[in-house]
């Protein structure tokens, strides 16, 4: 099952690099994110861990429903751009994914017999980092570019997750404290910039 | 004591949303955060603030000192920020706001014992200073408010990238203490993936020097801080800066035990390449605030290099200079440029009054002061630092490529010396004499700026730097 909900994270992410747009790309993070808290759940279920379940049911409320759910307001609200297509080509992007995916593989071979979990889980991650890196710089938008901060927070999580067995408690917590003043920051950049066209 | 230390930018924030005439209360609020760190020296160390999570020790106690001073400094130039920008009422009072989270972020971040708060604090802080640059009303602030948020938060996961790394490295053998720096500092030798280590401490230190503008994102922090208000620059090189320089401090005496070569090898050529490639952008930039930027870079590249060759007074006497010259320097660019944001050549005539006599005198001495020419504090650290490079290199097969790598470093110091005493001739010789209003509030801070400097080179400051590590 650890593996299945791993497979769905990288494959959501992959995918949200091809999309062109911008609910579309809400979605697949949503996904993104909810086989990320299943998967902390169940990890959390197998260690008996209760900081890592308490993280996962927070991952599924508020980065699986709330934000998705709020940047879609924000963008109807403001009436974003919702046609996002990337620099790069597909045709470029889809050599150059599988060759992330074997780079990070490579890079985390040495480091296989020194973390504790599955050596697998950890290259995953460092590769959905550089992907989450491909979909901040393939976009001129601001909302994929969000979508790519967010997308590299989850690959820090499943990297916390996978190569530590959890992060303390109060670091969880911390991070997703950020992530909320992250999303206001955003809301008040948006809001700004609307409000300065609209005075234009 | 923790309750003292945040109380004051707790009310920073609950009043900028209540109160018009906030920023009067300002410069009380930051000098209310100073009593209570002045209360800290006191007390014996380590102290524990909130259990393991923040401790207080001899080296946070000055970081948070200097900062806190800095703070003040800034408030009180704040006071006349409409008088030399256009900035509306509401405009400002969201920047008190976020500036109240941002001592929050770095009270946590310098004071932390703790990887995860250290790095919380610090990604708090960063994201504060999204929204403070937002506020400058100059097209580009837009834009670069952006792109700080976009590569601040790619330098900050870098950092929490490295700090999962490390964590991971030592929790076989300390568990959940493997997340604080004293245990990992007392136990570093019983890590049995010193690479897994390495590989973290390598990726944090990459976050770190993104964050500040070391090679090759060097006109990253430039470019921002030319859209943004003058505060904001005299806040990131002052502030900021030096909690991301003491997150460095911290993780590299670690480092240092687990493999010191490695060590070296990482940060010399990365610094080395920094200096390198600043000195030359320094050369070529047309105005005070990317200049200061800049030197801004190269000074944090200074520190650096020092603290891991082991001259730590040199580096920790360099750190306090830098953060008390460049924040007043940024500071006094508001005064500047005055007649444009490109307009260097007599920039420093049309001074009348008292305040501007004494506005021109130590700006004036403050721009020979980060040239490093005696007696500023930066000479002594300089020294004590190139010193320190060859003392270390004395023991080693390595004596010819260290003074090979210390000159180098001084021809490179001497292209930046060149740019900046042409600058001040350029800002005292040429141009039009044209009349410049300079307001109290100004000259106070910066007058505190330079009693701070003076301070820092007396005997028992001294005494004090030598005794920290």
């Known amino acids: 099952m650890v593996e299945f909900f791993i497979g769905i994270f990288l494959a959501t992410l992959i995918t949200a690099l091809f999309t062109t747009r911008l609910y579309r790309l809400l979605l697949w993070y949503s996904l993104n994110s909810m086989s990320l808290g299943l998967l902390a759940l169940i990890l959390g279920g197998q260690f008996e861990d209760r900081a890592m379940i308490i993280s996962g049911i927070i991952t599924l409320i508020v980065k699986a429903m709330g934000i998705p759910y709020f940047l879609k307001y924000l963008s109807e609200r403001l009436s974003l751009n919702r046609q996002i297509s990337p620099n790069i080509k597909i045709q470029h992007s889809i050599i150059l994914i599988p060759a992330i995916l074997v780079f990070t593989f490579y890079l985390a071979e040495p480091i296989s017999h020194m973390v504790q979990g599955n050596s697998n889980y950890v290259a995953i991650s460092i590769s959905s980092l550089f992907l989450s890196l491909l979909l901040m710089m393939e976009h001129t938008n601001i909302a994929p570019k969000i979508i790519g901060f967010l997308s590299m927070e989850n690959a820090l999580f499943l990297l916390g997750t996978t190569a530590t067995g959890g992060m303390p408690m109060l670091v969880e917590l911390g991070i997703f404290f950020d992530l909320l003043m992250a999303i206001v920051v955003v809301n008040l950049l948006l809001k700004n910039e609307e409000e300065v066209e609209g005075d234009a | ?203 944090t230190s990459m976050g770190f020097f993104i964050k500040m503008g070391f090679f090759p994102m060097n006109l990253w922090l430039a470019n921002i801080e030319r859209a943004s208000f003058y505060p904001i620059a005299a806040l990131f090189s002052g502030i900021l800066e030096s909690a991301v320089i003491a997150g460095f401090f911290r993780f590299s005496q670690i480092a240092d035990i687990i493999n010191r070569s490695h060590l070296l090898g990482f940060v010399f050529v990365y610094t080395i390449l920094t200096i390198f490639i600043v000195s030359f952008l320094i050369f070529r930039a047309k105005d005070f605030m990317r200049i200061f930027s800049l030197s801004g870079i190269e000074h944090m590249a200074l520190i650096a290099l020092f603290w891991v060759s082991g001259g730590t007074f040199a580096a920790l006497l360099h750190f306090g200079a830098h953060a008390f010259l460049k924040p007043a320097l940024f500071l006094s660019t508001g005064v500047l440029e005055s007649q444009g944001r490109y307009q260097i050549t007599g920039a420093l005539k049309g001074y009348s009054g008292i305040s501007g006599k004494l506005f021109y005198l130590l700006v004036s001495l403050f721009m020979l002061g980060i040239i490093s020419l005696p007696p500023s504090p930066m000479f002594f650290s300089e020294l004590y630092g190139f010193g320190a490079m060859v003392d270390m290199a004395k023991d080693s097969h390595h004596l010819i490529a260290m003074i090979g790598a210390v000159t180098l470093l001084l021809i490179l110091l001497s292209i930046i010396f060149y740019r900046f005493v042409q600058l001040y001739q350029s800002m005292k010789y040429e141009g039009k004499t044209v009349e410049k209003r300079v307001y109290f509030s100004e000259v106070l801070a910066l007058s505190l700026f330079a009693i701070s400097l003076i301070v820092l080179l007396s005997p028992s400051s001294i005494h004090f730097l030598r005794s920290i590590v």
Do not use: C
Not at chain 2, 7 to 22: D, E, T
Not at chain 2, 56 to 70: E, G, H, P, Q, R
Not at chain 2, 122 to 150: C, F, G, H, Q, R
């Open chain 2, 1 to 203: 004591m923790l309750s003292m230390l945040l109380l004051p930018a707790i009310f920073m924030l609950l009043a900028s949303f209540k109160l018009q005439s906030v920023r009067k209360l300002l410069p009380f609020t930051s000098l209310a955060i100073l009593l209570p760190i002045v209360e800290l020296f006191r007390l014996p160390k380590p102290y524990s603030l909130w259990g393991d999570y923040l401790v207080a020790n001899d080296l946070n106690t000055y970081i948070l000192l200097v900062s806190s001073i800095v703070g003040i400094g800034v408030t009180l130039a704040l006071l006349t920020l409409d008088k030399h920008v256009d900035v509306t009422p509401k405009a400002i009072q969201s920047f008190y706001r976020f500036f109240a989270l941002f001592w929050i972020g770095l009270i946590f971040s310098i004071l932390a014992n703790h990887m995860g708060i250290f790095w919380i604090g610090l990604e708090m802080a960063t994201l504060s200073t999204v929204y403070m640059i937002k506020t400058s009303s100059y097209p580009s602030a837009d834009k670069e408010a952006w792109n700080y948020m976009i590569v601040g938060a790619i330098a900050i996961s870098l950092v929490l990238f490295g700090i999962i790394l490390i964590y991971a490295s030592a929790k076989p053998v300390l568990g959940e203490d493997a997340m604080l720096f004293d245990a990992l500092l007392s136990k570093a030798h019983k890590i049995n993936s010193p690479f897994l280590f390495e590989m973290g401490f390598a990726i």
